[in-house]
């Protein structure tokens, strides 16, 4: 944790004045808890945003080829990710999700699967829907609001929790869940653009 800490505050000091970023609606974020995150995906810079900005420490899914090269893999770790096969039918990164979730931490996902080419969001995978619906976590949607051009303005969103308790109990599907997901991540980012 205390490397993980201290990568933050690098990251933070960096580009937080290089992309002027403005956080808004960290209040939502509940201070207990098991929490998935779930939010847009416009960059490679994403992730230490989103790490950055969220009031809380975040577990992040990242894709398996980053944790093949020893060094990579160690580094991976000490950032607290961990590997997911493309797809999200990996089970073991699935089972490690849920794990982390009934724990009370923080699981941030970018349910796209892959960048946005245009800004838009796009359609989720399932496996936000899996999360959200086989745990008892708050799910939070996040919309990053760009683009990355240094000294431009660039926005991080996190949007109050979705209630899920009535798609929980009609046991509705994940692809369902995810769609719900995706289109709170798409209202916050139409509400918050400028």
Same mark, same amino acid.
């Given at each position: ?10 990251? =933070? ?9 403005? +956080?808004?609606?960290? @209040? ?6 098991? $929490?998935? #995150? ?11 945003? +989103?790490?950055?900005?969220? /009031?809380?420490? &975040? ?26 096969? =493309? ?6 990164? *699935?089972?490690?999700?849920?794990? *982390? *979730? ?6 941030? #996902? ?10 838009? $969001? ?10 959200? #619906? ?12 760009? /683009?990355?051009?240094?000294? =431009?303005?660039?926005? &991080? ?17 994940? @692809? ?12 916050? *980012?139409?509400?918050? =653009?400028?």
């Amino acid at each position: 944790m205390s490397f993980y800490i201290f990568a933050r505050a690098v990251v =933070r000091t960096i580009l937080k004045p290089l992309y002027r970023i403005e +956080v808004i609606g960290a @209040e939502h974020f509940p201070k207990n808890g098991g $929490v998935l #995150l779930c939010s847009n995906h416009i960059d490679n810079l994403d992730p230490p945003v +989103v790490g950055f900005t969220c /009031p809380r420490p &975040v577990y992040f899914m990242a894709k398996a080829e980053l944790f093949k090269n020893p060094m990579s893999k160690k580094l991976m770790e000490s950032i607290q990710a961990f590997p997911v096969k =493309r797809g999200m039918s990996d089970r073991e990164a *699935l089972r490690k999700g849920l794990k *982390l *979730l009934k724990s009370g931490e923080v699981v941030g #996902l970018f349910p796209e699967g892959t960048r946005s080419k245009d800004g838009e $969001v796009g359609k989720g995978l399932a496996g936000a829907g899996f999360f959200a #619906l086989r745990s008892d976590a708050h799910v939070v949607p996040c919309a990053i609001i760009g /683009p990355y051009k240094p000294f =431009r303005k660039l926005k &991080v969103v996190y949007g109050p929790p979705i209630d899920l308790d009535e798609m929980r109990s009609n046991k509705v599907s994940a @692809e369902q869940a995810t769609e719900v997901i995706m289109a709170e991540i798409k209202n916050i *980012l139409e509400a918050n =653009r400028s």
